[in-house]
């Protein structure tokens, strides 16, 4: 009973208009991007996810690229603790080496195209 | 006197036996069954995902999870040299997971610091509060 709880809890949220209006009014601002008006290499995950409830995948993928994945690795990393899968470590590293090599990329791409500001 | 003396050092004999069968035998198991997992694999793994995610927005959050995460593993890492077959071996696979992933956080972390330090540096920090400044700053170096 408590874990259906807790499984249909975040549908209902998303569901809601009011929520993701509440969410976009309410960002964390990064210290970075506030002193210096240069985006980090983070910028633009929140704003993704945001799309991502929305269920627009393309526009959240041009946000920040790597948040489909993150996703993908924190449910199963949540997944791999309950269950205890034979090859969950190593699919868990090859996942976070991933993210990282997608982080970095996405970074170095922005520089070189002037989008940081 | 000698029959006192010998009954105090015939009881630790007594007790270390399992230990030593373990030693011997880490093939089995060693603890016939009775095997724990690691008590900090979770946490370092957990520690470990989490050090890149918020090294998105607040650099240093991500330093420290990282810097937390290496020492517990260090510490599990010791615990599970010391006797191989106590532990499970999933739970130091997750810990070996986890300390790589911490790894690359915190190298991620760090050069995330150095570049934000470079920037103050070339700019200086008056042209990084302001970002009128700092464009034309970059547009001075093109």
Known sequence: MKLKLILISPIILISSNGFIDWLQNHLLTCPFKKFSGLDCPGCGLQRSILALMQGDLVSSFKLYPPTLLIIVLLMFTLLHLKFDFRMGAFFIKVLYISITFVIVINYIYKIVNHQLI | ?142
């Open chain 2, 1 to 142: 006197m000698s029959e006192e003396q010998l009954d105090p050092q015939e009881t630790p004999r007594s007790s270390p036996p399992p230990f030593q069968e373990s030693k011997f035998t880490p093939q089995n198991g060693g603890y016939n069954g009775l095997q724990q997992s690691l008590p900090n694999a979770t946490v370092v793994l957990v520690l470990g995902i989490l050090s890149i995610v918020t090294c998105c927005c607040y650099g240093i959050i991500g330093l420290i999870l990282g810097i937390i995460a290496l020492v517990l593993s260090k510490k599990d890492r010791i615990l599970y040299a010391t006797n191989v077959g106590a532990y499970t071996e999933s739970s130091f696979k997750n810990l070996n997971a986890g300390r790589v992933c911490a790894i690359i956080g915190l190298i991620l972390n760090i050069l995330y610091l150095l570049l934000t330090i470079a920037f103050v540096i070339l700019f200086g920090w008056a042209a990084m509060s302001d970002p009128d400044a700092l464009r034309e700053a970059l547009q001075n170096l093109q």
